[in-house]
């Protein structure tokens, strides 16, 4: 029998951008990383990492929710030890 997962480690199911900000910020602080820290890590501007995780929608972002949504199905997030 599996343990239940602690509220940290449930999955994020992405519905729409703002789920998937929240998503961003949840690992973000959970990692312990500033905006500016992640977004240098990843080379991109750390006020789009803010745009991101306050769920405002950009064209790539839309384009992607209105795929899933027509292939009738959901993005879930869960953490993961790469």
Known sequence: MSTPLSPEEQPFRIYTTASLGHAIRHYRT???LTQAELAEQV???RSYLSRLEKGQETEQL???IVLLR???VRATLQ????
């Open 70 to 72: 027509r292939l009738g």
């Open 79 to 82: 953490h993961a030890d790469w």
């Open 62 to 64: 839309r384009r992607v």
């Open 30 to 32: 959970q990692a312990g």
């Open 43 to 45: 080379g991109i501007d």
